[in-house]
Antibody
Framework: QVTLRESGPALVKPTQTLTLTCTFS??????????VSWVRQPPGKALEWLAL???????YYSTSLKTRLTISKDTSKNQVVLTMTNMDPVDTATYYC??????????????WGQGTMVTVSS | EIVLTQSPDFQSVTPKEKVTITCRAS??????LHWYQQKPDQSPKLLIK???QSISGVPSRFSGSGSGTDFTLTINSLEAEDAATYYC?????????FGQGTKVEIK
């Protein structure tokens, strides 16, 4: 059974750096074709893709946020970490990690974590 | 960046009615269009992938169609448990993007 679970602080102050961890089970990020992405959702708003890391350690970022984001993986721990610098109240959102497969092309996000709510406030 | 525009934004529907949600892409994305259902306080759930491919465990009343720039999600014979917000998502071209969502309410 594939599962993903996000963890991190519920509250961060403006200008601080947010670090979120996605811990997963049921698959390995060292397996060809495996990817993990981060997606966020401000309260009452739509989903927004943030970043992706694949089995080959290739990394891709949202165009508008790429200067603030870093994604990394620890294959031995089955974890993917996302850092976002210079947090602002507009970054208040539920942050999800989700699995994506690459077959001949990038697939859908087939399994999602439960999400972790992050509030940015002084 | 590819923009996905869903219509309508909101739909109020009686049970057993048919629901149609459209998603239009700002440029051709082939069939790399996926649909998700998100119920209140839950994470999104994959409903349809590659425009029309069904997902194991998803009720057969959910179906998808389309290619290129115009896509449709159809819910045949709506049930009360289908009250949710539905999102389309494209994986044709990075950065991945989502539609703004369509909220379906049960009358």
């Amino acid at each position: 059974q594939v599962t993903l679970r996000e963890s991190g602080p519920a509250l961060v102050k403006p200008t601080q750096t947010l670090t979120l961890t996605c811990t997963f089970s049921g698959f390995s990020l060292s397996t060809s074709g495996m990817c993990v992405s981060w997606v966020r959702q401000p309260p009452g708003k739509a989903l927004e893709w943030l970043a992706l890391i694949d089995w080959d350690d290739d990394k891709y970022y949202s165009t508008s946020l790429k200067t603030r984001l870093t994604i990394s993986k620890d294959t031995s721990k089955n974890q993917v970490v996302l850092t976002m610098t210079n947090m602002d109240p507009v970054d208040t959102a539920t942050y999800y990690c989700a699995r994506m497969l690459i077959r001949t092309t990038y697939d859908a996000f087939d399994i999602w974590g439960q999400g972790t709510m992050v509030t940015v406030s002084s | 960046e590819i923009v996905l525009t869903q219509s309508p934004d909101f739909q109020s529907v009686t049970p057993k009615e048919k629901v149609t949600i459209t998603c239009r892409a700002s440029q051709s994305i082939g069939s790399s269009l996926h649909w998700y259902q998100q119920k209140p306080d839950q994470s999104p759930k994959l409903l349809i992938k590659y425009a029309s491919q069904s997902i194991s465990g998803v009720p057969s009343r959910f179906s998808g169609s389309g290619s290129g720039t115009d896509f449709t999600l159809t819910i045949n014979s709506l049930e009360a448990e289908d009250a949710a917000t539905y999102y389309c998502h494209q994986s044709s071209s990075l950065p991945w993007t989502f539609g703004q969502g369509t909220k379906v309410e049960i009358k």
